[in-house]
């Protein structure tokens, strides 16, 4: 190419290599190998170093007897494993998650019902939008400190109950063993329905609207457009959100170890096995508990996986 | 290509203020990793006179836990350290979970110069990580509490302050009951705490559940037994939670207290800093801790006349004691590439900065002066009783027995399982709770005793 200037004229031969330096192939199809390439490393490193790399240790760890920074560590086995499913208390503590499993059924039901709702024209859609998906936003300690005034004796909620007149139900919300779950998986809902929210209206909003319309014509009712419209198509979503549902129940952690610590009925399996390494140093067991909780919830997704396959939707 | 651009420059405004976010941290020096010499050094020896004290040079890194105090009273140390020692530069680093980070760190070489030792260290793992300071003859005519963490006459750290156990207890609100007498039975003391509950409006006592810590109570062995063996004892012990034993006389207080509702309210909902404020304005009454809180609730307090310190409610035979005991012991990092700096500083601290005087706590040194705060002490009569090292081949059972047996002596989960029964969350009785840690201590115990 020439470029006629002020009598200047740079040739550029795009064969040789004159004052300018090219790294790697000069072809687009070589260009389109390695620029993915390029791109991946980075997460890629980020994933073998943070991610895959930790679970492989752990595993060695799980055999050990270690208390996480003595410089020997004693080989002994499958014994974690064996003291794992031969103490029934350490087992105990999946009925925990009972809870927050019971609670995310709830969160989908409500995610679900704004998602539908909001597709539509409603007055301040954005503004309601904004509002649900914005406690997923915001930090899970500063939740838990939040909540923790929420369900003080006198706090928040307590104040509320007694200025609607409800004053004489008031619990100790976070002090009675019966509904300190209740109150948690309900913090838990409060936090997470956003995300589900707004996966949910990705999803419905993806169906076209002529479908609408054409249900619109047949005279189909909000209800009836809801069942034979809207569920089928999001199916997939809907399955995707069990699974993580299942998951999150079985290795819920933040909000009671940040609220209560695991205290008073409240421990779940995760921060029991954060209790065995950190305070009763314990560091094999604990890594064995971890493996333990990662086998079952690969076998959870791999059995829904079985059942969603069957219906044909995944 | 527009939009591209605007999120190249976004991203690069993103990594900036990150990068400069991130400068706002205390630098650490960077320590390189001490090469790979694998000889144990010899005993770090003290540091040469003022005269030489230039001739001492390095860069340290000192890692402490007060995150309220190193920018401003530890800054203030460095300078005048730097005056005696101007060839030594000091930088810090402060951790808020400093056990729990230092302990991660001790996995490597890289854990600061000085540091203090994490609990959780058993004592015979200390030659693998922290060099020799001094023998326990030499250095025990000049300082308290070497034995702690001393190993075969080795010792390993050294306090910086000391603290009696007691009961932090406000002065307005006892007289306002109608207290006239400090109480030392468990007894008396309860007695003491419904007379707060029926005649002022202050809770008697504050758990501190949810923060948790404020019920390891087993530090009250000795002000209870007045036995400076008390610990070893129990290691030679079946049951050492039964009735009758100093420590079941300990956790029945806890007990009593909370099922005769001598508490607040909730304590899942307490919250440890605005409990300083709460006792210091006469909304609680009592609070065992150790005796460095006094200082921390003096602050807060308008009057800090008004906060008081007795030892635990328990006698033996008229003669009430203390457990006093070395708080954090400063070591220096077996891996240091600065020897003398580190000794230089660590000497330093514990002769000189004056720490432990303006923390309120028992000096290190053996001639040092005592605080104002324990001045009450002294007027009681309370003897102060220093738990004896393990005997030798025993070091390190107790704590081994205790968390292999997972009863969680150092840790919060006893006193709440105690509470939890106590304000009828769970089925159990204190002697259902008692029986369990024996049979635990038993089974346990076998296993470390026969190894």
């Known amino acids: 190419m020439n470029i006629s200037g002020e009598g200047s004229v740079t040739k550029v031969d795009s064969t040789k290599v004159v004052g300018r330096f090219r790294l790697g192939p000069r072809s687009t199809k070589g260009q389109r190998i390695l620029i993915p390439i390029l791109f991946l490393i980075v997460p890629l490193a980020l994933l073998l170093v943070f991610t895959y790399l930790p679970v492989v240790n752990m595993v060695g760890y799980s055999f050990l007897k270690w208390d996480g920074f003595s410089k020997n560590r004693e080989f002994v086995g499958l014994a974690n494993y064996v003291e794992i499913f031969t103490r029934p208390e350490l087992f105990r503590v999946f009925g925990v998650s009972i809870y927050y499993f019971v609670g995310s059924f709830v969160q989908m039901a409500l995610a679900l019902y704004f998602a539908t709702i909001l597709t539509f024209k409603i007055r301040g859609k954005n503004f309601f939008k904004g509002t649900l998906f914005f406690p997923y936003m915001i930090n899970g300690v500063a939740i838990g400190f939040i909540f923790l005034y929420f369900f003080k004796p006198e706090g928040v909620l307590d104040i509320l109950m007694n200025a609607v007149g409800l004053g004489e139900y008031t619990q100790l919300w976070l002090g009675n063993r019966d509904i300190i779950n209740f109150s948690l998986a309900f913090v838990s809902v409060w936090r997470y329905m956003g995300l589900n929210f707004v996966l949910f209206l990705g999803a419905i909003q993806s169906i076209p609207s002529e479908i609408y319309e054409a249900s619109d014509l047949d005279g189909a009712g909000r209800w009836q457009q809801f069942r034979y419209i809207i569920l089928p198509s999001i199916l997939p979503i809907l399955g995707l959100s069990f699974i993580l549902a299942i998951k999150g129940a079985l290795s819920v952690f933040e909000i009671p170890y940040i609220m209560t610590g695991g205290a008073n009925g409240s421990a779940t399996f995760v921060i029991q096995t954060v209790d065995m390494a950190f305070k009763f140093q314990k560091v094999g067991l604990a890594s064995a508990m971890a493996v333990v909780l990662l086998v079952i919830i690969l076998v959870v997704t791999w059995v829904q996986r079985l059942i969603f396959k069957e219906e044909g939707t995944v | ?451």
């Open chain 2, 1 to 451: 290509m527009k939009s591209l651009k605007f999120l190249v420059v976004l991203m690069i405004v993103a990594m900036l203020a990150v990068a400069c976010g991130g400068a706002a941290e205390p630098a650490a020096a960077p320590v390189a990793p001490a090469p790979a010499a694998t000889e144990v050094p010899a005993a770090v020896a003290p540091a040469a006179e003022a005269p030489a004290g230039s001739d001492i040079s390095g860069e340290i890194t000192v890692l402490t836990n007060r995150t309220d105090l190193v920018d401003t009273t530890f800054v203030e140390y460095a300078k005048k350290f730097n005056e005696k020692y101007p060839n030594v530069k000091v930088n810090f680093e402060a951790m808020t979970d400093y056990t729990g980070e230092v302990k991660i760190r001790m996995n490597t070489e890289d854990y600061g110069d000085v540091l203090l030792i994490p609990d959780e260290v058993n004592i015979t793992q200390l030659p693998d990580f922290f060099a020799p300071l001094g023998t326990v003859d030499e250095l025990g005519q000049k300082y308290n509490f070497v034995t702690e963490k001393a190993l075969q006459g080795q010792v390993y750290g050294l306090p910086v302050t000391g603290n009696a156990n007691g009961v932090l207890y406000n002065k307005a609100v006892f007289e306002a009951a109608g207290i006239t007498e400090l109480p030392n039975t468990p007894e008396a003391f309860l007695a003491a705490l419904q007379l707060v509950k029926d005649k002022t409006d202050a809770i008697p006592y504050y758990t501190n559940y949810a923060a948790g810590w404020p019920l390891q109570w087993q530090s009250y062995l000795g002000s209870v037994s007045c036995d400076p063996d008390a610990s070893n004892k129990m290691v030679q012990m079946d049951a050492p939670f039964a009735p009758g034993t100093p420590n079941y006389i300990i956790y029945k207080l806890m007990y009593d207290m909370v099922a005769q509702g001598l508490n607040e309210t909730d304590p899942s909902t307490t919250d440890w800093e605005s409990s300083k404020q709460m006792f210091a304005d006469g909304e609680i009454a009592t609070l065992p801790l150790g005796s460095w809180a006094i200082v921390q609730m003096e602050e807060k307090a308008a009057d800090p006349s008004v906060v008081g310190y007795m030892p635990f409610p328990s006698n033996v035979d008229g003669k009430v004691c203390a457990t006093a005991g070395g708080d954090y012991k400063i070591a220096i990092n077996k891996n240091t590439e600065s020897p003398e700096a580190a000794r230089a500083w660590l000497d330093w601290f514990l002769d000189e900065s004056n720490f432990a005087y303006d923390q309120g706590g028992i000096p290190p040194l053996k001639d040092g002066e005592y605080p104002p705060q324990l001045a009450s002490f002294a007027e009681l009569g309370v003897e102060l009783v220093s738990a004896n090292p393990a005997p030798a081949g025993e070091e390190g059972w107790f704590n081994q027995i205790d968390t292999e047996a997972e009863i969680g002596l150092n840790t919060p989960n006893l006193g709440q399982r105690i509470i939890d029964a106590a304000r009828g969350n769970t089925d159990e009785t204190f002697d259902d709770i008692m029986n369990d840690l024996n049979a635990k201590w038993t089974e346990a115990r076998a296993g470390v005793v026969n190894q």
